[in-house]
């Protein structure tokens, strides 16, 4: 059998053990990994990029944070925690951190200064600017940086099978121990990885597209309303 002979046997496609499966596995880790690491990130990318506390310090840690080796990792915290999901979650969260936090960091510390001092003007609070203000224009950066995660956490969800745990990599170490046998399921589990880190880059570059579509449109407005009064003085 080979690689799109166990593709296309409906009999690959079904049950625990099945590509349908470990797709739906390989996404939980995905998803969850993606939702924590956002949710913390984003806290933090706000507090350093509109306060401008402690800038260098994040940087700094989030590019350390890249060099981690990832299998180091997971065997580090499957040492520690054991098997199952929580490890991988966890260990993939902090993989997925450090881009999404310099994003978040970067937009709202480069929001359009003429935009918040026109919300401060207006008496808006400090928070207020920054989820009014600050958080809108920051969001296509903060997607992109959410973007690149998922990438690095797709493949790096495929060693998740290495913490006796779901997901695309058990086709390939499940095919590993078949020995020749098994070549056809470890080169889809690759396929398949591969596959699905670019569906998911498509789907929220299409995002990112059309939020940066959206934020440009605003600004013009915004430049005809502002010059509006301008035109109407104008002697004829």
């Known amino acids: 059998m080979n690689l799109w002979s166990f593709l296309q046997d409906p009999a690959s496609w079904v049950g625990p053990d099945g590509i349908g499966a470990r797709i739906v596995e390989h996404l939980v880790y995905t998803g969850l990994s993606l939702l924590i690491a956002t949710a913390v990130s984003v806290v933090l990318g706000v507090i350093v990029g509109h306060f401008r506390a402690g800038n260098l310090l994040v940087v700094g840690t989030s590019n350390a944070a890249r060099a981690i080796p990832t299998l180091g990792l997971v065997v580090l915290v499957v040492t520690l925690l054991g098997t199952g999901i929580t490890p991988v979650v966890l260990a993939l969260t902090v993989l997925a951190i450090p881009p999404i936090l310099n994003a978040t960091s970067t937009g709202v510390r480069e929001a359009d200064p003429g935009a918040v001092h026109a919300a401060r003007a207006l008496g808006m609070t400090t928070w207020q600017v920054i989820w009014r203000v600050e958080l809108p224009l920051a969001t296509p950066l903060i997607v992109s940086g959410i973007r690149s995660a998922t990438l690095q956490v797709v493949s790096t969800a495929t060693v998740a099978a290495l913490a006796a745990s779901g997901g695309l990599g058990r086709l390939v170490v499940d095919g590993q121990r078949l020995g020749a046998s098994g070549y056809p399921e470890m080169f889809a589990g690759a396929v398949l990885v591969a596959a699905l880190a670019i569906v998911l880059d498509v789907a929220l570059g299409s995002v990112v597209w059309g939020l940066?579509?959206?934020?440009?449109?605003?600004?013009?407005?915004?430049?005809?309303?502002?010059?509006?009064?301008?035109?109407?003085?104008?002697p004829a």
């Open 212 to 234: 940066r579509r959206r934020r440009s449109r605003i600004g013009r407005t915004a430049a005809e309303l502002d010059s509006a009064p301008a035109a109407e003085t104008t």
